[in-house]
């Protein structure tokens, strides 16, 4: 029985690995909150391992501080993993395009009826949509709350529509590309990455999406910039270039079809450029207001990680020991 015991649990960790991976794998079985509880322990460990939890979360989140809808907040996103999902983490990234500006930029902006009220993204406190940065990590860390087993923190997406988007979590400054130059060269955006911006985690969010073809028929590839320059591989960024979105909302961005992907998807494209990337399921959510932050329905990402703090999810990303679900 002994040697049988050892085979089930060698087995299992094998599993594990696999599933770590590979997000077709990770996605069986995760059909609703239901199944996506959150569990103490990891179920299989690798002898002499630290013990890890598996902390769901949901990534990638918007409200009126970008172009998320009118009158919402990076406290409702947290709220809504915490108190409604149930979730252990959620990360937000608001465009840092509008982020020295106090206006919230929906299209539902367009209306007359509801201009009015983009005037100010913040309507609790109206001071902090001038101050939209600094109150993202007030906000992430008010929500924080051990008793809930929750963490919230703080990241942004860095928006090119012509390289592609880039969420960073978890540092201290931001940046845009039309001042860093990342627009010209991706070059530019990891030398921000590597110096100012070197407490940071980053992930290429939705490849293929991005184009300066927009929605006109045109060849994506003819602009050498499409998909961050073909993943073009930079050594001093792979370290902090930690994830690429397999998923995203309800779609899949690491399988071909779709999305502009070559044949063999995005996800082995990044990896066969050198990239070293884990697979992130993102949310991007908050630009409807029928979107429901952290809902069954929208991908999810599973870190495992020693406890769940934002110390130990950053460290457990930065060892890419997370994986994807599809919801
Ligand atoms: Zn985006
Ligand atoms: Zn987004």
Not at 94 to 111: A, K, Y
Not at 150 to 166: A, N
Not at 231 to 238: G, I, N, Q, S, V
Not at 267 to 285: C, F, P, R
Request: charged fraction near 25%.
């Amino acid at each position: 029985m002994r040697i049988r015991a050892l085979f089930t649990t060698a087995a299992a960790g094998a599993l594990a690995l696999i599933a770590a991976a590979s997000p077709a794998l990770a996605a069986s079985g995760a059909a609703d909150d239901a199944h996506i509880e959150k569990a103490p322990v990891a179920a299989t460990q690798h002898p002499g391992a630290p013990r890890e939890r598996e902390l769901i979360g949901a990534l990638h989140e918007h409200s009126g501080y970008s172009d998320g809808w009118p009158g919402s907040r990076p406290a409702d996103y947290f709220a809504s993993g915490r108190d409604k999902h149930d979730l252990n983490f959620v990360g937000s990234s608001e465009h840092t395009s509008n982020v020295n500006s106090p206006f919230t930029f929906n299209e539902e902006c367009l209306d007359p009826r509801v201009a009015p009220s983009c005037q100010n993204a913040d309507p609790v406190n109206p001071l902090d949509a001038l101050r939209k940065w600094d109150a993202e990590l007030d906000q992430a860390k008010a929500s924080t709350d051990p008793a809930k087993d929750f963490v919230g923190f703080r990241g942004f997406e860095w928006t090119s529509d012509r390289m592609g988007h880039i969420n960073v979590y978890f540092s201290r400054e931001n940046s845009l590309p039309e001042t860093d130059g990342g627009t010209i060269a991706m070059d530019r955006f990891y030398d921000w990455l590597t110096t100012t911006g070197k407490d940071g985690l980053a992930v290429f969010n939705h490849p293929g999406d991005k184009t300066l073809c927009g929605p006109l028929k045109c060849d994506v590839r003819s602009d050498l910039g499409f998909g961050w320059e073909d993943f073009k591989y930079f050594p001093k960024a792979d370290d902090q270039m930690a994830g690429i979105e397999v998923f995203n909302g309800g779609g899949d961005f690491g399988s071909a079809p779709g999305h502009n992907a070559p044949p063999e998807g995005w996800y082995a494209h990044a990896l066969d450029k050198g990239w070293h990337v884990g697979a992130i399921g993102a949310e991007d959510k908050g630009h409807d207001r029928t979107d429901d932050w952290g809902g069954s329905q929208y991908a999810k990402t599973v870190v495992l990680a020693k406890s769940n703090t934002e110390k130990d999810i950053k460290s457990a990303m930065a060892d890419r020991r997370f994986y994807a679900t599809p919801r």
